[in-house]
């Protein structure tokens, strides 16, 4: 399950400060418009796995087990292309998932009852 970050100060916050992300869990970045969109792992405590996707779902690029930031500036990290999604979740666990480039990721709301 994918918590979501939709709005500006949800996506500067994203996971950074957890000391873990569970197994099958992670964050979805919701972006207002396609943009090649960089990410650092400022306030990240663990690695991650990072994958942009495009307004269809498909995984754009893809940056594994990404390293806590330890220096300043944090280096960032960003697609080529225009993103409309991001996913980030607990190192290894895109591949687990089947998070690839070229991979369809579906994104569909949970309902009420959940």
């Given at each position: 399950m994918l918590e979501v970050a939709a709005t500006p100060e949800a996506r500067a916050r994203g996971l950074a400060g957890r000391d873990e992300v569970p197994p099958g869990?992670?964050?979805?970045?919701?972006?207002?418009?396609?943009?090649?969109?960089?990410?650092?792992?400022?306030?990240?405590?663990?690695?991650?796995?990072?994958?942009?996707l495009d307004g269809d779902g498909r995984?754009?690029?893809?940056?594994?087990?990404?390293?806590?930031?330890?220096?300043?500036p944090c280096p960032t990290w960003a697609p080529r292309e225009a993103a409309?999604?991001?996913v980030e979740v607990g190192a290894g666990e895109a591949r687990r998932l089947g998070i690839v480039p070229g991979a369809i990721v579906l994104l569909a709301p949970l309902g009420e009852d959940r």
């Open positions: 869990t992670g964050m979805l970045f919701v972006f207002p418009r396609p943009a090649p969109e960089p990410f650092w792992m400022r306030g990240c405590l663990v690695p991650l796995d990072i994958a942009w995984v754009l690029h893809l940056e594994e087990r990404l390293p806590p930031c330890v220096e300043d409309s999604f991001v």
